[in-house]
């Protein structure tokens, strides 16, 4: 049982080069997520969508993009990375947007030059 | 604005001792998450706690919500050295603006033999 699945897992970019992150579930889900963690800022929400054909923004969405492709994926694309960019992405999805746990992926470590 | 706080931020303590984690937060919600983090890893759900008055425990951890106070604690008997990791607790509202969970900065606990 793969849970959440997210690809690359790790990634340099330079300043201005534009990457997507991948993020698929294979738990039937209709909630995914993007979190980006910092140190000492805990997790913050970039973009969530709460079903397939929605998305919406979260607290930190400059300089970021998402496509909810299909119930199962959810991808998060920087079109000009930039330094405060460095970071890393975490994938999650929930039953239903607001009823419940999230379930992670393990991670995607971004570092831009 | 949704703000979720911990206290402490940092925790170093002797295995065998017990401790407590604070976590307030600034609106009305009756649903709160525990996730715990190892380094360099992704989060893992311990506790859901979905009513006020709710007490959740799994092993030396013990989590509790009064939705009155807004203040959920983790509780830590006994610790063991196994328990070391970052824990985050996350609340979630239903609507005004903060869909999906929203996260405290997270407590890194040291227990040393």
């Known amino acids: 049982n793969a849970g959440v699945t997210q690809t690359p897992k790790f990634q340099v970019l330079k300043t201005g080069q534009s990457m997507t992150l991948q993020c698929a579930q294979d738990?039937?889900?209709?909630?995914m997520y993007w979190y980006r963690q910092d140190p000492g800022m805990g997790l913050r929400l970039i973009y969530y969508?709460?079903?397939?054909?929605?998305?919406d923004k979260g607290e930190v969405p400059n300089g970021y993009n998402v496509s909810r492709l299909n119930k199962r994926e959810f991808s998060l694309r920087l079109e000009s990375a930039a330094p405060s960019q460095t970071s890393v992405y975490f994938c999650?999805?929930?039953?239903?947007?607001?009823?419940?746990?999230?379930?992670f992926g393990e991670g995607s470590r971004l570092t831009v030059l | 604005e949704l703000k979720v706080e911990q206290n402490p931020l940092f925790l170093s303590m002797q295995e065998g001792k017990n401790y407590t984690i604070y976590c307030n937060y600034s609106t009305t919600s009756d649903r709160l998450y525990w996730y715990r983090q190892d380094p360099g890893k992704s989060l893992e759900s311990l506790f859901v706690l979905l009513s006020n008055g709710a007490v959740k425990q799994e092993g030396r951890l013990m989590a509790s919500l009064d939705t009155k106070a807004r203040l959920s604690t983790l509780h830590i008997t006994a610790a063991v050295h196994d328990l070391s990791a970052t824990y985050f607790c996350?609340?979630?509202?239903?609507?005004?603006?903060?869909?999906?969970?929203?996260f405290g900065k997270g407590t890194h606990l040291i227990i040393q033999p």
């Open positions: 738990m039937n889900h209709n909630s």
């Open positions: 969508s709460a079903s397939e054909g929605t998305t």
């Open positions: 996350a609340v979630d509202i239903i609507g005004g603006g903060a869909d999906g969970l929203t």
């Open positions: 999650a999805s929930s039953v239903q947007i607001n009823t419940g746990e999230l379930f």
